[in-house]
């Protein structure tokens, strides 16, 4: 008797065992399925919200303010002979092209006759032009900007900018806040195209009292790729205006 019972128990103890065995394997199952599921619908929510949070920067990109060159051009101001070098102004224009105004905060220009300009655009301090006057510098979309610089070129750099022999480069930035009050700068550059520019002798008279004896005057091209001053065309966060925005120093342009 005392055997039997034993082995009774014996065999009540090894199906416990073995239902215990089962309900937890079970359980241990649905947890893992659980959790599959889990991290299925978790990477689903997290792929949801980044799609979603493209979609807005798409949606506000598409509403921000697009600068495009339109025209640069190369005039002559003055040419009355009292020297040998040629006075001129370089105009550009940009063109907003987005679909929100932009604010135009601070503008920079600079020329230079040389053969290759330097890989990155540098400006010294103090080269760069703040837009104080309220209004006028609130760009509406299709709206233009007109950037000008006054500046000299000597009887020697015409001849060689009329042989191909050296260039005249123009480039800048436009510094501009848009409706989310994000600042931005647009950079640009322009090659004058020598090819269409003219010459007149020195004793024709295009005007009354104007002498066009040092005439060069042409459009201003996109530079080719070989050029290398890719650089010098950009839109990116402006941290000058960042910084005069917020009233903390001022960082240094280079």
């Known amino acids: 008797m005392f055997g039997l019972v034993f082995k009774i128990t014996d065999a009540l103890l090894v199906l416990f065992t073995g239902l215990l065995w089962w309900s937890t394997h079970r359980l241990w199952s649905e947890t893992r399925k659980a959790g599959k599921v889990a991290e299925t619908a978790a990477n689903a929510a997290a792929a949801s919200a980044e799609a979603t949070l493209r979609s807005a920067q798409v949606a506000s990109g598409a509403e921000q303010p697009r600068w ?30 987005g679909r929100t105004p932009a604010e135009v905060t601070r503008t920079a220009f600079r020329s230079r006759v040389t053969v290759l300009l330097d890989p990155k655009p540098r400006y010294a301090m103090g080269q760069s032009t703040p837009a104080d006057a309220f209004g006028t510098t609130v760009v509406p979309p299709g709206g233009s900007y007109t950037l000008t610089l006054d500046t000299s070129v000597p009887e020697d750099d015409v001849e060689a900018l009329r042989r191909g022999t050296t260039h005249l480069w123009a480039w800048g930035y436009l510094s501009y806040r848009t409706y989310l009050d994000e600042h931005m700068v647009k950079g640009f550059v322009g090659m004058l195209d020598v090819h269409p520019t003219r010459r007149l002798p020195l004793d024709q008279q295009d005007q ?23 650089a010098y065309v950009y839109t990116r966060p402006d941290p000058v205006g960042e910084a005069e925005a917020n009233g903390v120093t001022q960082p240094v342009e280079r």
Do not use: F, K, W
């Open 68 to 97: 495009i060159v339109t025209s640069m051009t190369l005039h002559v101001n003055d040419t009355d002979g009292s020297n040998t070098d040629t006075a001129c102004r370089v105009v550009a224009v940009l063109t907003n092209h």
């Open 208 to 230: 009354p009292g104007l002498n066009y004896g040092h005439l060069i005057e042409g459009a201003l091209r996109q530079p080719p790729a070989d050029a290398r001053v890719q």
